[in-house]
């Protein structure tokens, strides 16, 4: 059984214009040591995932129904109480603005020591200990006089480290890492990212990684999904999807990296925008934007437009696509008429 | 070792603090800063400084009464600044009455500090009904004034308790009522506050890190809203200070044997016409003095800790 497993989550935020549902049918699992990418667009439903998985959705969000199971326990509908133990120290998170997430007026030392002492009895000078040698392991200059230091003392990079030293402090399962390196100048998100990578490998750590870099999703993660409109549509082992991507979205977002442009042209882009999670398109919500949902005689498949595709398996992946599912049904076709 | 190490940074950060640098430079600053130093280390080194213990009954005789300040004719030696109706040192109950007044108002303020706050930061943080709740106290309290709190409040206590017990104990009784009357003001500052760092990350990351909401609270969002705190505390402080005199000059604060300024100044008013002005007047310009250097002090600080209005 894998370490996580979230099956059929449905997230909601109840709006006054009525529910709107946020994440549907969103499943996926994730091994010890596994990384996981999620990529879509702003607005997919990666960070309400991320956030759902240690129930920490602000009202009016809330988990409408599924399973988050980890380790064997289910964590939807634990209280807070059990749920704190499990924050931090078997499951932490990353987040996105370094400059953000570190509290100002504490120092880097404090704000250690104090995560350290929420979940484990030690003394100051322990705790002191620990943190010093996770500095040292997200390989800071001059570690000892970082923790007597200010967050706004230290440098963009620096902080991310001593994020990434905070999150590790506790030796979690799985850290989450929601854009960890956006905020960042390009040299030092390759520096964060080899280091996260790193560390995760050396201690055999989980990782799922939020993203809209579909580079950096296909150096770090050995699977990934692919999210559009608060659903998953393609999922799979990442080399698999980025060399041959099943669905018309996932194809659009490989077509629209710079490198797939010929130079001087404008760059590939994706039609359209996503549709506000509260006026979802019938059908596939992915169909307006889609430029395979004609049929072969020019007419708008009629199952794009009206109901909801069911995942199909394709080779190692499983993606749901209305246009996907008939090319292998055909296949399937052509290849029993020629084994009869 | 290591707390040696963080007390010289403390040090050293507060050497190159805006704070100091500011301070070095405002030359009202520095000397409101001394006079306030003066005039509260003179009220409570009082029992030391003072030529006579205006408290102690054996030390004053009404054949003293009235006598005018020394540079008026007709002053006695031994009393500087003259004596009152009941002939005690004037200068002797000025400073006993200045202490009497700082320590009502610092009381006063610290006892709003600390139900402001913690109402403000429980309403800010959790929000809902606890917030309904906890603001619309604060808008049932701010919408009586403190006088007439004091009035209802000295009232039932003379009632019920009789009035030695309140002459006896009037000290708390003035910082309970003042305290109690002026909450809302902290609370609602410090609310407003949380509200705009509840939504910063550091938030979400503290609670990612699995830490409970009373520490969230208290840790780290509590020394965020700290420096408004700061500034309206002078203002309070002065407030307060103020509130007392009001009260002490309608007859509702310190009882005349053990008078507060406010009280001195009620005292020597019934003599103003009849030339006694010193009784009044003297009493009156320590409580103006003292009232404006805070406020002064205040507005200082409001300068330097609200970055936006540094002044290039």
Known sequence: MSLLEVSDLDVRFALRQGEVRALRNVSFSLDRGERLGI??????????????????????????????????????????????????????????????????????????????????????????????????????PSPETRLDQYPHELSGGMRQRII??????????????????????????????????????????????????????????????VMYAGRVIEQGPTREIINDPQHPYTQGLMNALPQMATPGERLNQIPGSMPSLSNLPSGCAFHPRCGFVNDANGQPRRACLEQVPDFVDSGNCRVACHMVAEMLEEEQRLAKEETS | MTTQVSTTTRWARF????????????????????????????????????????????????????????????????????????????LSIILYGTRVSLVIGFGAVILQAIL????????????????????????????????????????????????????????????????????????RTVRASVLAEKSKEYVDAARVMGLGSRRIMFRHVLPNTLSPVFVISTVQIANAIISEAALSFLGLGMPETHPSLGSLIKSGFDYIQSGSWWITLIPGAVLVVLVLVINLLGDWLRDVMNPRLYKG
């Open chain 1, 164 to 225: 990434i030293a905070i999150a590790l402090l506790l030796d979690p399962d799985i850290i989450i890492a929601d854009e960890p390196t956006t905020a960042l100048d390009v040299t030092i998100q390759a520096e964060i990212m080899a280091l996260l990578l790193e560390l995760c490998e050396k201690h055999n750590v989980g990782l799922i990684l939020i993203t809209h870099d579909l580079g950096v999703v296909s150096q770090v993660t050995q699977r990934m999904l």
């Open chain 2, 15 to 90: 050497r190159d603090s805006y704070l100091l640098y500011s301070f070095k430079r405002t030359w009202s600053a520095q000397l409101c800063l001394a006079i306030f130093l003066c005039l509260v280390l003179a009220a409570f080194m009082a029992p030391w400084l003072a030529p006579t213990n205006p408290y102690d009954l054996r030390q004053i005789d009404i054949l003293d009464s009235e006598l005018p300040p020394f540079w008026i004719e007709g002053a006695v030696e031994h009393y500087t600044l003259g004596t009152d109706a009941q002939g005690r040192d004037l």
């Open chain 1, 39 to 140: 990529v879509g667009e702003s607005g997919a439903g990666k960070s309400v995932a991320a956030f759902s998985l240690l129930n920490l959705i602000a009202s009016p969000g809330f988990i409408a129904g599924g399973s988050i199971r980890f380790d064997g326990q289910e964590l939807t509908g634990l209280s807070d109480r059990a749920l704190r133990k499990v924050r931090g120290n078997r499951i932490s998170m990353i987040f996105q603005d370094p400059m953000m997430t570190l509290n100002p007026v504490l120092s880097i030392g404090e704000q250690m020591i104090e995560c350290l002492k929420a979940h484990r009895r030690i003394s100051h000078r322990e705790a002191r200990a620990i943190a010093l040698h996770k500095l040292q392991q997200v390989q800071i």
């Open chain 2, 116 to 187: 402001g706050v913690t109402f403000g930061l429980l309403a800010g943080y959790l929000g809902g009904r606890v917030d309904a709740i906890l603001m619309r106290l604060a808008d049932i309290q701010l919408s009586f004034s403190t006088l007439m709190v004091a009035i209802v409040v000295g009232a039932v206590v003379k009632a019920t308790l009789g009035s030695s017990f309140y002459s006896q104990y009037a000290v708390l009784m003035l910082i309970l009522i003042i305290g109690l009357a002026e909450w809302p003001q902290y609370a």
